[in-house]
């Protein structure tokens, strides 16, 4: 299995002054760890991430954005492309998280769509998917992670191009996580529902673990089987907080 990809979603966070300060941080930590055990990646509001993609050039520190539209170009007021991300040095971007599926409907088939739109302008898409409070109270988690996965992965997804991000949405920023052994049923059912889609590429693809992700509990979160890495909110606003995650990373 490849190294734990350890990613920070700043959100509608920080303005270029305090963004760049961090991302030149967070470089330099990494600038200074002989052979790090993990992959670091930042994904910042897209108006900042010009400016942190030629601070961090050739750090190591990966870039990425935090949604992309499904077309290349056009008449899409206030949207952005794949290929504009990739223009701006980016590697990496989230599509789907359960934010963007709140607040603008995304349903699977338009995460799908702009999954596809990433990876064809050879950005890693990391396609969220996670239950509901109410869906995991009446025993649905497992069949709406599966039904997520089936919608929501585009044809030709390969380990290379495709990581998944299991996020519960009751855990998104609450404090609240679900206990290891709950992490770990939920983990290997995506990674069976990835074999039942892409029987050749499953094993290799990195899923994620999001969700109220700390310093205090993500050894035991990134110790659990198949999680291959975290997708940090909050705690990736502080350079201290989101790289004792990345060090917990590696056990
Ligand atoms: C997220 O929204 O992707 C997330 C994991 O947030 P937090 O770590 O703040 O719960």
């Not at 350890?6 to 002054?17: E, V």
């Not at 108006?47 to 077309?71: K, R």
């Not at 949405?169 to 939920?186: F, H, L, N």
Request: glycine fraction near 10%; include cysteine; charge should be negative.
């Amino acid at each position: 299995m490849a190294r734990k990809l350890i990613a920070g979603n700043w959100k509608m966070n920080l303005l270029r002054p305090e963004g760049t300060a961090l991302a030149r941080d967070l470089a330099l930590r990494l600038a200074r760890t002989v052979d790090p055990a993990f992959d670091l990646l930042i994904c910042p509001p897209a108006t900042i991430i010009a400016p942190i993609a030629d601070a961090v050039q050739g750090s190591g520190l990966l870039v990425g954005g935090q949604d992309c539209h499904s077309a290349q170009d056009g008449a899409h007021t206030g949207d952005i492309s794949a290929r504009m991300l990739a223009d701006l040095g980016c590697s990496h971007v989230i599509v789907g998280h359960s934010e963007r599926r709140q607040d603008h409907g995304e349903i699977d088939l338009v995460v799908a769509e702009k999954a596809a739109a990433a990876q064809a302008e050879g950005l890693v898409a990391i396609i969220c998917v996670g239950e509901t409070e109410a869906e995991r109270n009446d025993g649905r988690a497992l069949q709406v992670c599966s039904r997520q996965i089936a919608g929501s992965l585009p044809q030709g997804a390969t380990a290379e191009n495709t990581v998944i991000a299991y996020e519960p949405v009751w855990a998104i920023g609450t404090g609240r996580t679900p206990t290891t052994a709950d992490v770990a049923e939920v983990h290997a059912h995506i990674r069976a529902a990835l074999g039942a889609r892409v029987p050749s590429e499953a094993a290799g693809i990195r899923i994620l673990y999001g969700g109220s992700v700390k310093p205090g509990n993500a050894a035991e979160l990134l110790a659990v089987p198949n999680v291959d890495g975290a997708l940090v909110g909050g705690a990736s606003l502080k350079a201290d907080d989101f790289w004792a995650i990345a060090e917990a990373s590696v056990g």
